[in-house]
């Protein structure tokens, strides 16, 4: 029965993987009426308009997280240990994007603002929501 349940907990992983990878094709920023205008990570890895460390970071948050996805589906030894690669290769390239080319992540480096999140878009979100579940996947799942 402990198997079962670690494999569930596994799928938790698997979740928050592919929601980083689907967020990553979704806008990550929004105008101030609503109306979706910002880039997705697909986008700035695609665009020549972006400077090579922010493609970079791009690229490591989405490889992170395909490879993550990836992982759970192949037999390896130690397939908990690169997992844990994976959501980290993810999560530091996503924040690091996220600090160098947002305004509000600027400020929420000086102090947290009402208006820091307002102008983040589905994307963020949802890369966000997928880090979490990845996160605590992995913590409560042992391979």
């Known amino acids: 029965m402990a198997k079962k349940s670690n494999s569930l907990l596994s799928y938790l992983y698997l ?7 689907i ?10 009426g609503g109306n979706i205008k910002g880039a997705s990570a697909f986008s700035v890895i695609t665009s020549k308009n972006y400077g090579g460390i922010i493609k970079v970071g791009s690229i490591l948050a989405l490889l992170g997280a395909v490879a993550g996805a ?3 589906f192949i037999k390896v ?18 924040l690091y994007v996220f600090f160098n080319i947002s305004k509000a992540g600027r400020k929420i480096l000086s102090g947290l603002s009402k208006s820091g999140f307002l102008n983040f878009g589905i994307g963020f979100y949802v890369i966000l929501i997928g ?3 990845a996160i605590v ?7």
């Open 131 to 133: 880090w979490i579940l």
């Open 137 to 143: 996947g992995f913590a409560l799942s042992r391979e």
């Open 70 to 72: 990836v992982l759970c």
């Open 23 to 32: 967020g990553s094709f979704l806008p990550l920023t929004t105008a101030l």
């Open 77 to 94: 030894g130690k397939a908990g240990f690169y997992k844990l690669i994976a959501l980290i290769v993810s999560v530091c390239g996503g």
């Open 15 to 21: 979740i928050g993987m592919a929601l980083v990878i």
